[in-house]
């Protein structure tokens, strides 16, 4: 049987999103933060309630390789992740479980379509906090393998437009792969919005009194790429990455959004915008793309 992506879902990763919901798996303790975007993850589990599927893949711009693409290839990772920049938001004590299978064919397929990758054995690797922030979220009861994509660095080591190829054709491969695994599968691009941010962290951090547009140009940019995703414009959108990428210092930077609406082949139809919010500054946006239910009922895909 042949596999298919169900859904898509631009699934940004903040520590502070984790931080304000007090699960039991982080140490810190908030009192409140960041309702909106926290309201808008769950407007988008309420979505994938209603969608069987197998296993998430998350591709992380916190997983910095600068030889090629990763996957991480151990069937499980328990450890504690903390946040190198918010120690005292994000200190999240994961157990997960990988779909090393899947992994393997992905990487195979990328491998065969001409990229650099490797598949990640060491199993006392620390999992970066962008995968598990964008599953968590997504998923909190973690009752779904994942499959865990590095973000090479081609952005910054070449530019934009090189990183753009390149994510482009790891969404084809992605694609592929998922068909032939036969696997029903969630993708999720981890990646903020716009992301000049503030610099300086109030006394109690999740003061919301503090959380506002960092610069009305950034929001400006952030507003455009919405609204192409909304139109189900997204091609114009994949051309526009890399000056939004330069204008804005965006996440998009690590090419997951541009490898995820690749792999979904350039929906056509709208998107489901759940929230947009600011975290320090930085735009966030949870979007999501029913990719199968389009399918089903005929709809551009
Ligand atoms: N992308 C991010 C946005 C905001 C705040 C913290 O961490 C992040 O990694
Ligand atoms: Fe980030």
């Known amino acids: 049987k042949k596999g298919c992506i169900v859904a898509g879902v631009l699934a940004p990763h903040p520590p502070h999103l984790v931080y304000a919901e007090n699960p039991p798996q982080n140490e ?5 933060g960041w309702e909106n ?15 069987d599927f197998d296993t998430l893949v998350v591709l992380s711009p916190h997983w910095q390789t600068y030889v ?4 991480l290839g151990v069937e ?3 450890s504690v992740s903390v946040d190198p920049i918010f120690p005292n938001l994000f200190r999240y004590h994961y157990d997960l479980t990988v779909d090393v299978s899947l992994a393997e064919t992905m990487e195979r397929h990328a491998r065969e379509a001409g990229l650099v990758t490797r598949m990640m054995r060491n199993p006392d690797f620390r999992v970066d906090y962008g995968t598990i922030v964008s599953c968590h979220l997504t998923r909190p009861a973690w009752d779904k393998p994942i499959v865990s994509i590095s973000s090479h660095r081609s952005t910054h080591y070449f530019s934009p437009d090189v990183m753009l190829a390149s994510s482009l054709k790891l969404g084809h491969a ?3 792969a ?10 999720l691009a981890s990646n903020s919005l716009s992301h000049r941010h503030f610099t300086t962290e109030a006394e109690v951090p999740e003061d919301m009194s503090r959380e506002h547009i960092y ?12 609204e192409l995703m909304k139109a189900g414009k997204t091609r114009e959108l994949v051309e526009l990455v890399p000056d939004f990428t330069e204008q804005t210092v965006a996440e998009t930077d690590s090419g997951a959004l541009t490898w995820m609406l690749s792999a979904l082949d350039f929906p056509s139809y709208p998107a489901e915008v759940h929230a947009y919010g600011t975290v320090i500054g930085t735009g966030n946006a949870v979007v999501e793309w029913a990719h199968e239910a389009h399918l089903v009922s005929g709809g551009a895909a």
């Open 28 to 32: 810190p303790r908030a009192e409140c």
């Open 178 to 187: 998922i068909e032939a695994s036969g696997k029903r599968v969630v993708l």
């Open 37 to 51: 975007l926290r309201w808008g993850y769950e407007r988008l589990r309420k979505n994938l309630e209603n969608i």
């Open 215 to 226: 610069h009305h140009g950034q929001y400006l940019w952030d507003m455009k790429v919405i």
């Open 174 to 176: 992605t694609r592929e």
């Open 76 to 78: 499980r990772f328990s």
């Open 68 to 71: 090629g693409t990763h996957f």
